[in-house]
């Protein structure tokens, strides 16, 4: 029996957050290795690029344990181009098309990353390198944190500039200023990651200086961002009841259809004549179906006051033929949606998107 490409699709989507956490962790070890290269002073212990030595792209005979740290710390990058390799083309087979460009930057930065590793030791060490070659590392992994935060947030809701989205633009910004200049202290200081590498001339305590100052002013920053985050939402989610629902009221120019829909995707759906008929003002008739098709998403658990729930989506495909549409261009629907639901303290609270007396009007455009 085959496998539609709608089940693929689904298998895949399930490999995209571990292959997403095996980016974060496999540049993260990445990083570290690099420490233990430069804090060891391996730097050079294979002292040319792409080759170990000049004979070979191993160790072979000359090796050692700086040799070895070196190498290791090279050999690591073909598990990254396996993970970014596998990332990608799960990507490409999934219903996520909007990571496909995360996943292909992050292809793309393993030779990147190889590269200015090669320059690195072509240039003996050259600190101003070093530091580019770190933060290209960095840049990594915070391309491996929005992947993982996309699959949980597809869509970036478009932000208007305010105060506190400043402050957290200012406190991103001087979080990586902290970073260069941690990597330009490092440039001054004594692991240069071998013996004879050059230092990049500047005073390590004045460095050290202003790098402590900026640390100083990214943790003033992040207390201040944390507090005025706190302050502006102060209350939890409220848990999600099963009497909670999404209301959608549409008139198609000859009956009312009203839609209603449940966090467990349960479907309610009626029809009335509209305002202003001779039948109008009778019931809604229930035995009406629209066809609507609906996938839900629900984050917590339904009915527990103890569980501050993160939210419910709902995706709903209505069929035109249902709502006595054609499908032909500039068809038009009065469309009205109201969310209902209980508070922590019992009470019942809608909110609307349009109402029945000013609904909004969408028109067909193809």
Not at 167 to 175: I, Y
Request: aromatic content about 6%; glycine content about 10%; hydrophobic content about 45%.
């Amino acid at each position: 029996m085959g496998v539609s490409t709608a089940e693929a699709r689904v298998v895949t989507d399930r490999w995209l957050r571990p292959l997403g956490w095996a980016t974060l962790v496999s540049n993260a070890v990445l990083v570290v290795t690099g420490g233990a290269v430069r804090l060891t002073g391996s730097g050079l212990g294979c002292p040319t690029w792409p080759r170990c030595t000049d004979q070979s792209f191993t160790p072979h005979g000359a090796l050692d344990v700086h040799t070895a740290i070196e190498f290791g710390n090279r050999t690591l990058t073909f598990v990254l181009v396996a993970v970014a390799v596998a990332t990608f083309l799960a990507t490409l087979r999934s219903s996520r098309r909007d990571l496909l460009g995360l996943s292909v930057l992050l292809a793309l930065g393993i030779p990147a990353q190889a590269g200015v590793g090669g320059v690195t030791v072509l240039t003996d060490l050259n600190p101003w390198v070093v530091s580019f070659h770190l933060l290209v590392s960095l840049a990594m992994i915070g391309l491996a944190v929005l992947f993982l935060f996309r699959l949980d947030e597809p869509s970036a809701p478009a932000v208007r500039p305010s105060p506190t989205v400043w402050l957290a633009r200012a406190t991103f910004g001087v979080t990586w200023a902290v970073l260069y200049v941690g990597t330009v202290v490092t440039g001054s200081g004594p692991h240069a990651g071998d013996v004879d590498a050059p230092r990049n001339g500047l005073d390590p305590v004045q460095t050290s200086q202003l790098h402590a100052d900026l640390v100083f002013l990214l943790v003033g920053l992040s207390v201040g961002l944390w507090s005025v985050l706190r302050a502006t939402h102060a209350e939890p989610d409220s848990p999600l009841w099963l009497d909670d629902s999404f209301h959608v009221w549409i008139d198609d120019g000859e009956e009312e259809l009203a839609i209603d829909l449940s966090p467990l995707g349960a479907v309610t759906d009626g029809k009335r004549a509209r305002a202003g008929d001779p039948a109008a003002g009778r019931p809604f008739d229930y035995a009406w179906s629209s066809g609507a098709h609906v996938s839900k998403e629900v984050d917590g658990t339904l009915n527990d006051a103890r569980d501050d729930d993160e939210e419910w989506v709902l995706e709903v495909a209505i069929p035109l033929a249902s709502l006595g549409l054609r499908g032909t261009k500039g068809e038009r629907v009065a469309l009205a949606v109201k969310r209902c639901d209980t508070t922590k303290a019992g009470q019942r609270a809608c909110g609307t998107w349009g109402d029945p007396a000013h609904p909004h009007v969408l028109v067909l455009d193809e």
